[in-house]
């Protein structure tokens, strides 16, 4: 059982125009609406893939309400904490050459109550952890909390380092996937595992990142911070894995053209807890699974169909000179 926490869900609409010009007033060529925020794409993923998950999210507003719809349409099973201010709409613009412009708003302010209740339904599902995971094999975890994506205002940059110690209790393990304050506060709390982006990495390292070197050695800073694994998606580079066992780089090529970057990492951090979060066998699935998702639109995510895992090349020990490419956009 995956349970994902997003504290700032999102109602992700996503207009698709030739050429985005600014200053003046464009027709749409396409546009759609996606259940959004990275815990909730998570759930999306992995339901799509046949593996149990709760999504816990917070809900109000129209768009939380509409929000709800996609995902019972979607069979994402869902425990929702009720707040007073409306969740938010993230706009994504997407260019017919792959140019993705992406504006996330805020998101509502959250009371103290409203986020206490939300870290007490993510450590209360489901309720038998401790009966799925003995302490001793946090190693190959069955159970794993995952908390997702930005805070909203109001949320203290300690609430994932809060998630990460209540959900210990549980004998569930954690993956935590943001970036800024709220990635480097989570580190004290020792996440079994942390996914950042190579733009979320070099921040939190505090170090640029150009090589396949740089970034193993900004992840080694992570782990001698607190975290026990570190994901990294790379965009059209791949993702690395840095753990006790090692290092391993894995990547893929693309099936075809660039759809939508939004949410492939999410897709990718699925692929990995669903393939046992641990390993090379589990960065491969992470890379065929963000893979898959780059040639859907908007926040689609990928289903059995989609994923190609023997496209995935894994190389433990990579070249730390090999210079990286593109960030990923998500
Ligand atoms: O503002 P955050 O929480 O960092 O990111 C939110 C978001 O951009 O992430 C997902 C893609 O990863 C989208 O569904 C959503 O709009």
Redesign the pocket.
């Known amino acids: 059982m995956i349970v994902t926490v ?1 504290a ?3 109602l ?1 609409r996503t207009i698709e125009v030739d050429r985005l010009r600014r200053g003046e007033v464009q027709r749409a060529v396409g546009d759609r609406v ?5 815990g ?2 998570v759930s999306r993923a992995l339901v799509a893939n046949g593996h149990a998950t709760r999504a816990v999210l917070i809900s109000g507003g129209h768009a939380g309400t509409e929000l709800l719809d996609l995902l019972a349409e979607a069979g994402v099973p869902i425990i929702e904490v009720p707040v007073s201010q409306g969740v ?1 709409s ?1 706009l ?1 613009l997407a260019e017919a050459d792959g140019t993705v412009t ?1 504006l ?2 805020a ?1 509502p302010v959250l009371r103290a109550e409203e986020i206490e209740e939300l870290l007490d339904a993510a450590i209360a599902a489901p309720p038998n952890y401790a009966l799925q995971t003995p302490s001793s094999s946090i190693d190959r975890p069955t159970a794993w909390i995952a908390g ?4 909203p205002p109001g949320v203290g940059a300690d609430f994932y380092a809060l998630l990460v110690d209540r959900a210990r209790e549980t004998g569930a393990a954690t993956v935590i996937d ?2 800024g304050a709220a990635l480097e506060a989570c580190l004290a709390s020792r996440p079994d595992l942390v996914k950042p982006n190579l733009e979320e990495l070099a921040e939190a390292a505090h170090t640029p990142i150009t090589t396949l070197g740089d970034a193993v050695a900004a992840a080694e800073a992570l782990r001698e911070a607190g975290a026990g694994a570190v994901l990294a998606s790379l965009g059209a580079e791949g993702a690395i894995l840095v753990d006790d066992a090692g290092v391993w780089h894995a990547r893929a090529p693309l099936a075809g053209p660039v759809a939508s970057t ?5 897709a990718a951090l699925a692929g990995f807890l669903a393939a046992g979060g641990h390993g090379p066998d589990a960065l491969a699935a992470a890379v065929a699974w963000g893979t898959a998702a780059v040639a859907l639109p908007g ?1 689609v995510m990928p289903g059995p169909k989609d994923i190609d895992l023997s496209a995935v090349q894994v190389v433990r020990d990579p070249d730390a000179d090999h210079v990286l490419s593109s960030p990923e956009a ?1």
């Open positions: 997003t700032n869900p999102s992700d996606d259940p959004g925020g990275k909730v794409n938010r993230n994504t992406k996330n708003e998101g997702c994506g930005s805070l943001t970036s939004v949410g492939a990492g999410d926040s998500s």
